[in-house]
T-cell receptor, first 116, second 114 residues
Framework: AQKITQTQPGMFVQEKEAVTLDCTYDTSDQSYGLFWYKQPSSGEMIFLIYQGSYDEQNATEGRYSLNFQKARKSANLVISASQLGDSAMYFCAMRGRLYNTDKLIFGTGTRLQVFP | DAGVIQSPRHEVTEMGQEVTLRCKPISGHNSLFWYRQTMMRGLELLIYFNNNVPIDDSGMPEDRFSAKMPNASFSTLKIQPSEPRDSAVYFC????????????FGSGTQLSVL
């Protein structure tokens, strides 16, 4: 079975500081993809970053980077230089290819609060 | 270019009524997904289509739920009869088949069943 675990229900960070949101996963697939989405209070789901299981380098997108540790089955999101607008729910998700499915499995999310 | 468009944005209905949620995927996308978000269960996939054909409907809760995709630019999720436990945010998302790393979500429909 596939599973995504986000153990931090809430995180606080001061503006301009970096923050790491944890994500661990469980899968028997050899080929899979990991995602992070942001959900602000307005409710929409915003794609942030993607990491393929065979990608040798950690994915980066602007201030977002994914700390991918395959042996530990972790895919933590690092946000550098936090901004007030980063306050939101953050979801880690995984896609497996075992059954050639495009289905994403989501974690329970982490609520990030950025304070001045 | 317009994103995934869902309607209505909010829906309030009474228990037992039929509810229809609508989705227009991004033009050119041939995979469409319906997700439901609740506090208790988080985000869960209900059903997804490739080229208008349902591929995986294992997440559809029960027979009260049905989804259709009559053409490449339109999909509906219907609940009949609705129950209070169906209250949730329902998201539609679309992508190119096999390119789910480029999955785009609509703004969601907030459904409240009284």
């Amino acid at each position: 079975a596939q599973k995504i675990t986000q153990t931090q229900p809430g995180m606080f960070v001061q503006e301009k500081e970096a923050v790491t949101l944890d994500c661990t996963y469980d899968t028997s697939d050899q080929s899979y993809g990991l995602f992070w989405y942001k959900q602000p209070s307005s409710g929409e789901m915003i794609f942030l970053i993607y990491q393929g299981s065979y990608d040798e380098q950690n994915a980066t997108e602007g201030r977002y980077s994914l700390n991918f540790q395959k042996a530990r089955k972790s895919a933590n999101l690092v946000i550098s230089a936090s901004q007030l607008g980063d306050s939101a729910m953050y979801f880690c998700a995984m896609r497996g290819r075992l059954y050639n499915t495009d289905k994403l499995i989501f974690g329970t999310g982490t609520r990030l609060q950025v304070f001045p | 270019d317009a994103g995934v468009i869902q309607s209505p944005r909010h829906e309030v209905t009474e228990m037992g009524q039929e509810v229809t949620l609508r989705c227009k995927p991004i033009s050119g996308h041939n995979s469409l997904f319906w997700y439901r978000q609740t506090m208790m269960r988080g985000l869960e996939l209900l059903i997804y289509f490739n080229n208008n054909v349902p591929i995986d409907d294992s997440g559809m809760p029960e027979d009260r739920f049905s989804a259709k995709m009559p053409n490449a630019s339109f999909s509906t999720l219907k609940i009949q009869p609705s129950e209070p436990r169906d209250s949730a945010v329902y998201f539609c998302a679309s992508s190119l088949q096999g390119r789910v790393e480029k999955l785009f979500f609509g703004s969601g429909t907030q459904l409240s069943v009284l």
